[in-house]
């Protein structure tokens, strides 16, 4: 069979429409190797609005690959280039701009362009600079991997979101621009995205979450961020109040007003070498307190600062185990059964994979691998540096156009392929293995530690375990184990049968790895980290283990059960066990 394009959703539109005449400019401070270098003092600073920049120069470990070794295999996860503003912000950001300019009796120093300031921005598509950063990664992934590129077509796969299609597609015209310039190159073909999957709650998708209904209520992160904006954006209110007198801004309105700083600088010109008036209109400082709120909001709604953000990226990560090991999916959580069952929109095969996303969705995945298992919980009151987060900010990880880079190498001092982690040119080591000075750990030792768990806390934490579960079981109130829907009586002969379990999270009173791996081993040997088939066995499972389980939480398809034995060692009667 050729090659097959399996579309699931409709072809992407681009947008027509430029925020601001186009310039020349100067494309120097833009380039394929070092990503945006336009003031990089504030544009670096701009959380996961910030374009792509090279962190190479911010490396623990070095990036160069060993002259003894070979890449045999590469996985990229890449966010989409720099957009407009989604459609609510853009209306949002357009009433703002009204009512300063309807309000403000004078415009004095730098906010005097806001008088005039005609925001003309667009809504959710592709900026053109996001076009051209996508080309730039291309033609940077083929320069980087060329020796296993140069024979190979990838496989590449998107979310269904217009702008990620799009970018896609940009990444590919540039990939394939590199290497018809190669005349080293021996498979000419061009790749295309071969899988599109939909955007929809009702639709599973490894890259986007949207099928956990706890999940998608939880306004963890949304608090946090709006805790910590009352704290630092007052000041700045005050400030630029005196500058537009007759305006009454609230915490937010300044929050708007700087996130206007990137958005109208990605479309201003094709190379967003124009900087934006609305970033002089702020400090230094205040850029570095913008920029740890957005990492804040990141961590604390789709990273371990909230209980079920990780396990978004469960289905990710079992992906990437499967073809590491050119073995079938083992996953119950968000992976779609019918692509991943299918050869051909799901090939166990290649050696260059290519899947496009959004940030929320990659940060699931970068902490449900691990990566960041280093990071202690974010201060909510106080900005803390990248050194002080162990690498971890929202303009670090999920810039436009992020790319993470999953590699493979085989080298002659080893018998065994090792594997390597980078993210926008960061060399990340790797966590839950026995990793190398080079931040690599062996490949049987990388996905051993990521099927035991998905993902851990930090290390002054309770590590945390997410499972997945999706096995027939009565649905109990953990609470007070009474059943919470009609089941048969215990008498009968009938198995008790209900909702399925989807993520079971057990928090563990233990803090060093080898007691954690210790544990989880002990109950995967008993079946029990993935058969937890009834409530008998989970109440047994804890008794057993009283001492190291502080507590859990079941989730359901609509309802959050939990037992905090932290808070209530009262314990009900264990329910009947189901007959077998």
Partial sequence: MGALTFLLSVAYLLSGVSAAPSSAGNASCDTVELGYQCSPAT????????????????????????????????????????????????KKYKQLVTAI???????????????????????????????????NSGIKFYQKYKALARSVVPFIRSSGSDRVIA???????GFQQAKLADSAATNRAAPVISVIIPESETFNNTLDHSVCTNFEASELG??????????????????VEKHLPGVKLTDDDVVSL???????????????????PFCALFTHNEWKEYDYLQSLGKYYGYGAGNPLGPAQGIGFTNELIARLTHSPVQDHTSTNSTLDSNPATFPLNATIYVDFSHDNGMIPIFFAMGLYN???????????????????????????????????MQCKSEKEPLVRALINDRVVPLH???????????????VEGLSWASFLSTSSQPYTLALTAVHTMPTYDITNYLPIETLPPPETDKTYYAKPILVLIISLRINTWNKYLSLIRKLQREARLFCVTNVYDLNELVDEHADEIAGFVVTTGDTMLADDRRRNDRRPPHPPRHPT
């Fill in 222 to 239: 949304d608090e946090v961020a709006a805790n910590f904006t009352a704290l630092f954006a007052p000041a700045i209110r005050a400030r």
């Fill in 432 to 446: 839950g293995c026995a990793v190398d000075k080079l931040g690599r750990c062996k490949l049987n030792d990388f």
């Fill in 374 to 408: 280093g990071t202690e919980p974010l201060s909510l009151t106080a900005v803390e540096s990248t050194k002080e987060s162990d690498g971890y900010s929202a303009s670090w990880a999920v810039p436009f156009a992020a790319r993470a880079y999953f590699e493979t």
């Fill in 101 to 135: 300019q309807r309000n403000a009796t004078s415009f004095k120093g730098k906010f005097a362009f806001l008088k005039t300031y005609n925001y003309t921005l667009g809504a959710d598509d592709l900026t053109p600079f996001g076009e051209h950063q996508m080309v």
């Fill in 43 to 90: 544009s670096h600073l701009w959380g996961q609005y910030s374009p792509f920049f090279s962190l190479e120069d911010e490396l623990s470990v070095s990036s160069e690959l060993p002259e003894d070794c070979r890449v045999t295999f590469v996985q990229v996860l890449s966010r989409h280039g720099a957009r407009y503003p989604t459609s609510s912000k853009s």
């Fill in 167 to 173: 970018s896609g597609e940009k990444f590919i015209k």
């Fill in 258 to 276: 700087m996130d206007m700083c990137s958005f109208d600088t990605v479309a201003r010109t094709t190379d967003a070498s124009q900087l934006s």
